[in-house]
């Protein structure tokens, strides 16, 4: 089957300004989650999708990050106005109904300067 | 989640077999232990996943003593190419409204000639 598809894979920004990252989950996959994972450290949840709908957003900054996930399939995450402190890697990853299939996409690499 | 607690990094020569033992005292009875595999620029990769005793697969194995209090990831025979960053995560299976994974910072495994 085919993976997690995220784009861009690169993206370089001025701090104030915006950028939208796009995932594709694998076909199927009801939950979808965006991880942001800044240099030498482990991954960290931001938002977790079932279906279209918002099931976990707790540790997203709500102030300058919104996701949505349209149709239950693809998603987008957007950053507005972006900080240098979001420089990271903002991975997508989806699961079908299980702890087991939890699969990630390569990730979108942001460096905001 | 239960908080995990494994080492920062381990340096390996190619064709040894390689532990990365991590500790989970306060792992939950329903809880089930999974190990993610994560090389530069990509997503993280699921690589096994146990309950108690022993589980294998065709890339590792994982050893779970009876008390459950921490757990070993066994690589046999590395290669290079195994140079990555192994996540230990403890929690519950998915109980249908999905379960979002909380990485710690890993185990930097070096593999050398």
């Known amino acids: 089957e085919a993976g997690v598809a995220q784009s861009p894979r690169y993206k370089i920004i001025e701090k104030r300004q915006s950028v939208a990252f796009w995932c594709n989950p694998i076909s199927g996959h009801a939950t979808l989650y965006w991880y942001q994972q800044i240099l030498g450290q482990g991954p960290k949840l931001l938002i977790q999708f079932q279906n279209n709908g918002v099931v976990d957003d707790s540790q997203l900054p709500k102030d300058r990050f919104s996701a949505e996930r349209l149709k239950g399939v693809d998603s987008t995450l957007k950053i507005q106005p972006a900080k240098l402190e979001d420089s990271a890697v903002y991975l997508c990853a989806s699961s079908r109904d299980s702890y087991y299939g939890y699969t990630f996409g390569s990730g979108t690499r942001l460096t905001v300067v | 989640l239960a908080k995990t607690t494994q080492p920062i990094s381990m340096d390996s020569y190619e064709g040894q077999e390689v532990n990365i033992t991590c500790s989970h005292n306060?792992?939950?009875?329903?809880?089930?232990i999974t190990w993610y595999q994560q090389f530069p620029s990509q997503g993280p990769r699921f690589i096994i996943q146990g309950y108690k005793t022993k589980v294998t697969n065709e890339v590792a194995s994982l050893f779970i003593p009876a008390d459950r209090k921490s757990s070993t990831l066994s690589l046999p025979r590395v290669s290079l190419s195994d140079t990555a960053v192994y996540y230990c995560l403890v929690g519950p299976p998915f109980t249908g409204g999905g379960n979002k994974l909380t990485f710690g910072t890993g185990t930097q495994l070096k593999v050398e000639l």
């Open positions: 306060n792992i939950a009875t329903n809880d089930y």
